[in-house]
């Protein structure tokens, strides 16, 4: 299909290990979304990116998290020396362009399980 | 931080039903969506709903939305077994990005 990608879709590592976590959006989609799920509750933003202007990075909860989009689609999300706090299933979405006031739907892939032992 | 906040947190209804779950917010929005998450699989858009809007439909959703008190709800109609999900309200600020409420979760018994 020709939805959002995610890789992988689980991922187990240890405490203080680095992990890297793929997204694909849709083809043609300008915006990209990374957002973390953790157990029974809601989404938390994490960072967005717009085709070439800078990315919002003010959901990143620490240093540790950065994120990259490469050729304005695919985008890696990189956690370093990774906590038992980090476990969680981030997701990834991806829009046509960003709103004002028009119509924004975000496309979300299945997402990307992650736990830290 | 989360905007949202739905209520109740969980609901369990028989099919044939309707289900009401309310979201609350607490700054101006574009506009407030809800989605759906079904158990092991991604977060499905339902549907949007404009600041300047006060009603929609789609199917057996009706969504409502009341800036005065900022609020909305979503009622489901006719539910199903295959409506149990997680259900959650999202407002889109500045920025584009969209911020979720924790949820609320659906059972629908057959």
């Known amino acids: 299909g020709a939805g959002v990608s995610q890789s992988p879709s689980n991922k187990v590592t240890e405490k203080g290990k680095d992990v890297e976590l793929r997204c694909d959006p849709i083809s043609g989609h300008t915006a990209l979304y990374w957002y973390r799920q953790s157990l029974g509750q809601g989404l938390e933003f994490l960072i967005y990116?717009?085709?070439?202007?800078?990315?919002?990075k003010s959901g990143l909860p620490s240093d540790r998290f950065s994120a990259e989009r490469t050729g304005g689609s695919v985008s890696t999300l990189t956690i370093q020396r990774t906590q038992q706090e980090d476990s969680a299933v981030y997701l990834c979405?991806?829009?046509?362009?960003?709103?004002?006031?028009?119509?924004?739907?975000?496309?979300f892939g299945p997402g990307t399980r992650l736990t830290v032992l | 931080s989360q905007q949202g906040e739905e209520d109740p947190q969980a609901l369990s209804i028989q099919e044939g039903e309707n289900a009401t779950m309310n979201c609350s917010y607490k700054t101006s929005i574009n506009n407030l969506q809800w989605y759906r998450q079904n158990s092991g699989r991604g977060l499905v858009h339902l549907i949007l709903i404009r600041s300047n809007e006060r009603e929609k439909h789609s199917g057996r959703l009706r969504v409502t939305l009341d800036t005065s008190k900022k609020s909305s709800s979503l009622l489901i109609t006719a539910s199903r077994a295959a409506d149990t999900a997680s259900y959650f309200c999202a407002t889109e600020e500045y920025g584009n990005k969209l911020v979720f409420g924790a949820g609320t979760i659906l059972r629908v018994k057959s």
């Open positions: 979405a991806s829009s046509l362009a960003p709103s004002g006031m028009s119509y924004n739907e975000q496309f």
């Open positions: 990116f717009q085709g070439n202007s800078a990315p919002d």
